[in-house]
């Protein structure tokens, strides 16, 4: 039995433009309907089939990992701008109301 990995493929490289777009709310989505892909297709009995299907299985974990990686530093980077932002606003009220 030989597996396609190439929808599950197809789904994380779509996820991966949409982060890089900044569309959150379609990453999740996307994420979410790997997740279910990754699932339904990568059983212990495919896993123990082959060689390829394992190293398939470890390629398509890589790139989660490094999705999850660029998501963790951009949600890093946008804390810190809200938090300036915030800050920012509260010297602006204070300045105007002095």
Do not use: P, W
Not at 54 to 81: C, D, F, G, P, W
Request: hydrophobic residues 35%; aromatic residues 6%; negative net charge.
């Amino acid at each position: 039995m030989s597996v396609d990995f190439a929808q599950i493929e197809a789904t994380l490289n779509e996820l991966d433009v949409a982060c890089q777009a900044g569309e959150l709310e379609e990453a999740q989505r996307l994420f979410k309907q790997a997740d279910t892909q990754i699932r339904a297709t990568l059983t212990r009995e495919v896993l123990a089939e082959s060689e390829q299907c394992q190293r398939s299985a470890a390629n398509i974990y890589h790139h989660i990992q490094e999705l999850t990686t660029q998501l963790h530093l951009n949600r890093t980077s946008v804390a810190k701008e809200l938090s300036q932002f915030v800050g920012n606003q509260k010297k602006i009220k204070a300045y105007k109301n002095t």
